[in-house]
């Protein structure tokens, strides 16, 4: 049986995408939630083919927990720069063999 999370994490930031591949090395069992449609290797591939312009690419990201039982993150653009300290971060608790 499937749990679902009525939590989502929220990152506003300049680089979504740098952002979220961060969070994606340092959570493990987070992954992206599909890859791209079918007949392209890759986002960008379909993003060319598409039209879709250069400035649009990067808008936003999102991480999902392949096993459902923690919550999606979403890295969103903005244009405003940050002024001062982060107002969210997460603490990962990393065992040791």
């Known amino acids: 049986m499937s749990e679902t999370f009525d939590l989502d994490v929220v990152f506003d ?18 992954d992206f939630p599909h890859g791209p449609p079918d ?11 598409n039209g879709v312009p250069e400035d649009q690419r990067n808008l936003a990201r999102t991480l999902v927990d392949r096993t459902g039982h923690r919550p999606t993150i979403f890295f969103n653009r903005v244009p ?8 969210l971060h997460l603490d990962i608790k990393v065992a040791r063999a």
Do not use: H, I, M
């Not at 930031?13 to 987070?30: E, I, S």
């Open 13 to 30: 930031c300049a680089d979504p995408d740098r952002v979220a591949r961060f969070w994606l090395a340092a959570l493990p069992g987070y």
């Open 39 to 49: 007949g392209f290797a890759t986002w960008q591939e379909w993003a060319d083919a």
């Open 80 to 87: 405003e720069p940050k002024a001062g300290k982060n107002r």
